[in-house]
């Protein structure tokens, strides 16, 4: 049908490629998205059940998923080991499983083009291309380490292989579009639909009697293929993707509801419905009946429909994903229906309205396309959460949102220090912001608290706001940090700030008078003007009313390193400071002074005052003969 002219053959061989940069531009920008943390938990299932494939101190607590990727991730997770990689490295392994379904994203286009212009020419293969390469759907699943482009991929060679088979009469193309089918369908049990193609070519064979014998070798390979899968590894269990979830018998309600979603819910009607059912209206007209009976059109309606049977046994709707394999199918008719009806429609203005009116709908799905990409581009909010619990939460820690906790769990690429969840087990969130009270934090010991942002502890008791992070523009839920335990008031401006980095922004002293040999305990909050380029020092004085200075031995880093305080707006604890007053200490009124230097050239940060130190608070040691007996 296409042309044969070598000036035709280079402007689709341009097109191809037009169109498969376009899909490799909207898929591949973006796809590190969220790493080293995973935000999509499918892909922490996937590497979870690839390590139990060869690690038998892991569960495969999903027995029936699909072998196919879980084997994929197997074979990259123990590439990393081989390479002296970490033993938990989920992050790794998801940037490079995204890349490989990144490739299969664009073979599959290509392949889809391919079929689709094998069955009606040029302009169907580019129509096709375009309705699957700049789809809302391919680009957000493009870009995960999940098996739906994968099971895409074995979905467009399997339709290729088999409408090759069916033009060709070839027994050969026949099982290689078997074994690719075979193969598609260990990633996704929907996938066993393939099997159509192959199955339905078989009767173009011309020979009657190897047609038979054929046929009986391709029931026989299915048939043992259905049984291991079915009977042994129970793939037809609803439980296969969604752990507890019932089996259904897919009744004709569930399949056309399952249509439905196919076609119009959650994909555009008008490329995934309406030319859909034009190519398979028009290749009814006499002059292009041939499309049906010499090139199998008729393949790609029968494995849809099989596709949805084995689908509605998970009951309907099902998730969005689930979808994948039907939506190559339609995206290889959507082009055959635009090339039908074009060449059906003989006024120009019904060509133009046609073309007009698929062009509208394919740019409406890459504007969403690039959107998402977009939107991918965007830092998350949980990775922040990720790197800064890493150097902050050093005590038992509270999560109280699901999506928050797993920023700090290996399962999901955290790699730092690890994070003391008691009351998170395997990144359950049990304790929601509601349940919240005084008595849980305490019998756990519970030291920071990381709930949502709008969290009000009106009902908790000593509890200060170390960190709300909520920038604009950011992926994500966005969280509050706060600390469990007395800690000094925080200030609404800064006491004191240093150098133009450092701010001093709550200091408490206890107890404010005592007696020679008493304890003085002196607690701080800080925070950054802007991240420290150096690693700051802090040191303590008291003054007397007489000018009489006297160091206290305290002179020390902060808890975290000040090079690390990169967050602005963040109070951080200070170490808690204590000293004894000595014997002999002269009575009366001090001034704490409170200063920042430089530990290794020994310079002092100046406050905007153009002091050294500041003024912190004022102590008062009593007469020993006022003390009684006890300091």
Known sequence: ??????????????????????????????????????????????????????????????????????????????????????????????????????????????????????????????????????????????????????????????????????????????????????????????????????????????????????????????????????????????????????????????????????????????????????????????????????????????????????????????????????????????????????RAARLPVLQIGLTVATAAALLLAFLLSADHTRLALRPDTRTALAQWAAVALDGPTLFTDKNLVTAVNPLYGYMSRRVETPLNPDGDVPITEAALNNAILQANSIRYLVTRRDFNPAALSGVTLLLRYAPPDNNGEPWSAWLIGDAPPVAAAPLAEFGGEVALRGVSLSPAALCPGATLTISTLWGPLRTPHLDYSVFYRLLATDGTGIALPLDGPPARPTSQWIWPGEALPGVRKTWTVPLGTAPGAYALLIGVYDPIGGTRLVTTDGADTFRAGMLEVRDPAHCGSAP
């Open 1 to 342: 049908m296409g042309s044969t002219s070598s000036t035709a053959r280079r402007g689709w061989w341009f097109a191809f490629l037009l169109v498969l940069i376009v899909a490799f531009l909207l898929v591949g920008i973006g796809y590190r998205h969220g790493l080293p943390y995973i935000d999509y938990g499918d892909e922490m299932t996937v590497w979870t059940m690839g390590r139990a494939t060869f690690d038998p101190s892991w569960i495969p607590y999903q027995p029936q998923y699909p072998p196919g990727i879980l084997i994929v991730s197997a074979l990259v997770q123990q590439a990393q080991l081989a390479a002296g990689g970490p033993t938990i490295d989920v992050a790794t392994t998801v940037a490079i499983m995204r890349l490989t379904t990144f490739a299969a994203t664009v073979i599959t286009t290509g392949a889809i083009m391919l079929t689709a212009r094998r069955l009606a020419g040029d302009v169907a293969g580019v129509i096709a291309g375009l309705t699957f390469g700049v789809f809302y759907w391919t680009n957000h699943l493009g870009k995960l380490s999940t098996n739906n482009l994968w099971v895409a991929l074995w979905m467009a060679l399997a339709a290729l292989f088999g409408v090759e088979a069916y033009i060709r009469r070839s027994v050969r193309w026949v099982f290689a579009a078997l074994a690719i089918a075979l193969i598609g369908t260990l990633f996704k049990w929907q996938n066993a639909a393939a099997f159509a193609f192959p199955g339905l070519a078989l009767l173009t064979v011309m020979s009657r009697r190897r047609m038979i014998i054929f046929i009986i070798l391709y029931l026989v390979i299915v048939g043992a293929f259905s049984y291991w899968a079915v009977m042994l590894y129970h793939a037809l269990e609803g439980s296969v993707y969604y752990p507890g979830a019932p089996s259904y018998r897919p009744t004709p309600a569930l399949v056309l509801r399952n249509l439905w979603e196919l076609v119009a819910v959650q994909a555009p009607l008008f490329l995934y419905g309406v030319l859909p059912a034009l190519a398979l209206l028009l290749g009814l007209q006499h002059d292009e009946r041939a499309i049906y009976t010499r090139r199998g059109l008729h393949l790609f309606p029968v494995a849809t429909l099989l596709m949805l049977v084995v689908l509605s046994v998970n009951g309907a709707p099902v998730f969005e994903r689930h979808y994948m394999p039907g939506w190559v199918l339609l995206a290889v008719l959507a082009g055959v229906g635009f090339a039908l009806t074009l």
